[in-house]
Each structure stands twice: as C-alpha cells, then as structure tokens.
C-alpha cells in the first residue's frame, strides 16, 4: 500500500483565486521544481517555508478577529519555524498579552528587542505589558522609546497618553492627544478614544468635553452618547440622571442594537424607579446580549417591585447560571442568590428559598475573604491597582484601529473567516507534502506527525485520513492508525485500500494484545478484522486461538476450521 498523493493539485487550485500570496506561491513552485528533481531535502525545506509563512499570516488572522486563544497556538509554532523572526516574537507578545499572560508577553517583547534594538513595536508592546502589569515607569518608559522610533504611529501615541494620566502627568497627556489631532485631523473617533481614556482616569469633566466634540462632528457616531451619558452618571451622579437619560436614548436611537445604551437607560429607570420603562430596556439589553448576567439581576430587581416574583425567579436564576461564582461580581452573585430566595419565600417555596439564603450566606463569607486577600496584597491575588489597569486594556489596542476601525471597521467577519479558511488549507497541504516526502525516505513515524497536523488543519481534506492511517500502521501504531482509518471509510466505504489496511490493523493490534493478556480487547479487534475481511486465514486463525485462551472453546475450534478451509481455496 502506498501513501496517497493527492494534494498537489489543489494547492495549484487554490492560487488561482487566493491573493496575494505570492511568497506562497514561489515557495511552492520552487519545491515542486526540487521535488521533480529527485532532491527531496530542498524540496522540504520549502515546504517547512510555507508552513513558516502559513503559521505567521494565521496567526495574524486570530490576532485581527481578537482570537487570543487560537492565535497564541499557532503562533507558538510560528516561532518554532521562525524562531529569529522579530515580528513573530511581537506577534506571540500581543496573544500573550490578549489571554492575560504578562510574563511570557514581556519575555516575547525582550526577544524581539534582542533581535532587533529599535524595533518600536517590541518597545511599543512591554510598555503596554508593564502597564497592566502596574509598573508605570517602566511602561512609560517603553512607549516614549516607541514614540521617538514611530513618531506617526497613533496606537503608541494614545497609549502612552494613557500611561501619563495614570501617572497624573496630565498635562503632558494633553500635550500629546492634542498632537494627534493636529496631526490626523479632528476626527470623532480620535475624540471618542481621548474621551475614555479622561475617564477611565478620573478625569470626568475633560472626558465629558471630549464626547461633546465628538457629538458636534458626527451626533450619530456609535456610542458617543452613550459615552456622554455615562460620564453625566460618574461625574454628576443624580443630578445628571435627566442628562443622561438623554443622551442614551439619542444614542439608542442611531443604534437600536447598542447594549450598553439600553442597559445604562434601564438602570436609570431603575433609580427613578420606574419600573415598566426600567423592565422594557433591560429586557431589550437582555437579547442583545443573552449571557450576559447584569440585565437579567437587573430585571430581577424591578420584577420584584411589582411584585411579579415568578418572573423574577426566572432572571434571577438566569443571573447567577450566567455568574455562578464570584469571578463577574461578587457583590452582584451574592445579592442574586439573596434576591432570588426573597421571591421563592414569597412564593411558598420555603426550602428552595432558605437553601438560596445559605448560598448567598457562604458566597458573602467569601467575597469577604477574597476582599481582605486583596488589600493585605496575598500573593496569588491582584494589587488594588489591578482592575484600574485592567479597565483600559481595551484602550491599549493593536494596530491603527483609533483612526481606520470606525470608518471601515475592522476586518468583516467572512474576510477573517475566508484568511483563516485559506491559510488552514495552505498548512494542511504544506504538512501532507512533508509527509509524503518523509514517507519516501521511510521515515513513517515522522510522516504520520505531518499527516497529523495537515489532518488538524483540514479535516476535510481527501486522503489525509488515509495517509495518517497508513503512516501509523508502517510505525507499528496500530492503535493510532485505526481511527483515521475509520473516518476515512465513513466518508469513502468504497475505498477497498482503507478497509483492508483497517482490517491489517485490527488484526495486528489483536495480536499484541494477545501476547500482552488482554484476551477481552484482542477478540473485540480480532472480530472486526475477520469483519473487514472475511476472507483472511490469519485472522480466523488467530482470532480462533484468541476465543481458545478466554476459554470459548467451541467458537475457537469454528474459527480455526474456517482458517483452514479458506487456506485450502487459497492458490499455493
């Protein structure tokens, strides 16, 4: 049996639509030219170049669409193809940094500072690094060495604004936002941003001005209102409630989908307790964001004033599945579980509701704990420092998104989709052709850790399956080799090849366990072997040894005859 080698031409197929990925496409040609010419090594290490290539772009894909998860996996393997790449090194930082992982984000930035000392996003990425991680000298420090080396780069400049507010250097904050508008035009977006960052600093009357500015450019710039609004709550409280109110219904009506105007309009209800209106918009922050808990405790509350506990119940228990713990809020779990046993005592429910009363009891005795954890610094636990900086990790962003993300947005959904989809199948075919190629050399075990990853990358791919089963099976992995064995009958039952490799494995890794004793596994593999291909002598026969040794006799001397009589009709 051969390893199938089938994949070469749909790479072809795919660089017909797929542009531009010319470095690709040269690297491929390039290795087929080897490939044809009997030098196998070549021809590999540019495959190994795409895969390089694949790992990079991918990952800038995951980062792109904010998948940290996903992007920190395949940028991992980037590094391991392109361990002196800069850009790989800053790239891994920014998913290490997405997932909250500090220290490897600041181990990734020094590496590509040591590949490349001027390198301002290396710079630009500690100094974001050391931000969250409380240390705003040294944060500062980073992203003034960014600046100097990237004097037009918007992200850096608004960043290291950030880091000066939370250093009170406030004026030289201004001095720096001011620049940015001067230098990319005065712009509502650029005002929305320095607006959030005034406020998440505390500094509410400048941040208000900044939202008024970006109203005055554009009234229906998405969420400035309700940007507006909230400062009126934080800054003014009460007596800005009216303001406020306000400004989250212009904002609700230019974008009716817009959470947080709807939730922040039902929470002001909720303070003029009026609950009908309060019900109605948390009702519509509700469906726009379903797992989200805050509206439904929020509901639950106004439920409970107009004395409709049954309906209470229902989103108070919605609060706390989509909150179980202490992790979202721990004040707001603990009140969920207490709110939620005042209903069901008034609807008779006595047990359910003194059960819920000792939750709300033991979650309070926690958060307590965990609050008196936090302020004596407990090792393990976050500084008080910690939710400010977190407050502004989605200020920090990548990239230039401040000037083109709300004109153009960031890249669609099917644009992210249709860049993952391609260079998933790049990787497929680029790990199947190594595969192939380690096959030819009879390096098996290496090939079937080739057919591995293009499987992963593009389950769908035909062939793959059976490359993976038949490397396994030539490594003696008889186990392994079964399941893409299985998958690739599922899709093709007429591939006879596949069955009888199937039957090769079952047979083979019944004999193992044979000899290892497991006489119970070797007889489930053996049946299905002679299943596969009934007209084996070697599996009857062993197949009747296995029954013998577990003691069934009868079927073992049945299964040894049949070996016999079809070793009879068989040709010498």
């Known amino acids: 049996m051969r390893i199938a080698s089938i994949i070469i031409p749909c790479l072809l197929l795919l660089f017909v639509w797929q542009s ?12 087929e030219a080897q490939r044809l010419a009997g030098n196998l090594t070549a021809a590999e290490s540019e495959y190994t170049a795409i895969l390089a290539e694949g790992y990079e772009r991918l990952g800038e894909v995951f980062l792109a669409g904010e998948d940290y998860k996903r992007a920190l996996t395949v940028l991992e393997l980037a590094a391991r193809y ?3 790449s800069p850009s790989v090194q800053i790239e891994l930082a920014i998913a290490h940094f997405g997932v909250g992982q500090y220290d490897k984000a600041l181990e990734t930035s020094r590496k590509a500072l040591v590949l490349e000392p001027d390198n301002a996003g290396a710079h630009q990425m500690l100094g974001k690094t050391y931000f969250m991680m409380g240390d705003l ?8 060495a ?65 939202f008024k ?34 400004e989250f219904k212009i904002e609700m009506a230019a974008n009716p989908d817009e959470f947080f105007a709807n939730y922040y309009l039902g929470i002001v209800y909720v303070y003029q307790r009026k609950w009908d209106l309060a019900i109605n918009s948390l009702l519509k922050a509700s469906t726009i964001e379903p797992n989200n808990p805050d509206p439904y405790f929020q509901l639950g509350q106004a439920y409970q004033e107009l004395n409709r506990h049954e309906q209470a119940v229902e989103v108070l228990k919605k609060a706390i599945a989509f909150n179980p713990d202490l ?12 709110r939620l046993a005042q209903s069901l005592l008034k609807l008779g429910q006595t047990e359910a509701g003194q059960k819920e009363l000792q939750i709300a009891s033991d979650l309070k005795a926690q958060a307590f704990k965990l609050e008196q954890q936090v302020q004596t610094g407990t090792p393990g636990m976050g ?74 990358w593009n389950p769908e791919q035909e062939g793959l399956d059976y490359n993976l089963g038949l490397a396994y099976y030539k490594s003696q992995l008889y186990d392994r080799a079964i399941p893409p064995l299985e998958n690739e009958l599922k899709t093709h039952p007429e591939n006879r090849p596949a069955r009888l490799l199937l039957g090769m494995s079952r047979y083979d890794l019944g004999k193992a366990l044979l000899q290892r004793g497991d006489t119970k596994g070797a007889i489930d593999n053996l ?20 029954y013998i040794s577990a003691g069934r006799k009868a079927e073992g001397n049945y299964e040894v005859e049949v070996s016999r009589q079809l070793q009879r009709k068989t040709p010498n």
Do not use: C, W
Request: no cysteine; proline share 4%.
């Open 383 to 456: 500084t008080g420092k910690q939710a400010d900086f977190e407050a502004n990790a989605s200020e920090a962003g990548f990239g230039q998104r401040i000037i083109s993300g709300a004109k153009s947005g960031a890249k669609t959904t099917q644009e992210l989709k249709s860049g993952a989809d391609y260079y998933q199948k790049v990787l497929a075919t680029a790990h199947n052709n190594v595969g192939l190629l380690r096959a030819e050399r009879q390096d098996f075990r290496a090939a079937a850790e080739e057919f591995a990853m293009a499987v992963k």
């Open 213 to 246: 500015r970006a109203v005055a450019l554009d009234p229906n710039f998405p969420r400035a209102h309700y940007y507006l609004g909230i400062t009126y709550l934080l800054d003014e409280g009460q007596s800005k409630i009216a303001e406020a109110a306000e």
């Open 137 to 144: 000298a040294k944060s500062i420090g980073e992203l003034e």
């Open 20 to 31: 531009p990925q010319d470095i690709i496409r040269q690297h491929y040609e390039s290795a």
């Open 527 to 546: 049946e299905r072997a002679a299943k596969l291909d009934p007209e084996k002598p070697d599996f009857h026969l062993q197949l009747g040894q296995a």
């Open 327 to 338: 992790a979202h809020n721990k004040n707001q779990v603990t009140a969920a579980h207490h």
């Open 146 to 210: 960014a600046a100097r080396l990237a004097p037009k780069d918007v992200d850096v400049i608004y960043t290291l604004g950030i880091a000066y507010l939370r250093n009170r250097q406030t004026a030289d904050a201004k001095q720096l936002y001011n620049s940015m508008i001067k230098q990319f035009g005065d712009q509502p977006q650029l005002h929305v941003v320095i607006g959030r960052a005034y406020r998440q600093s505390g500094l509410l009357s400048e941040a208000a001005e900044e």
């Open 82 to 84: 392109r361990p002196n």
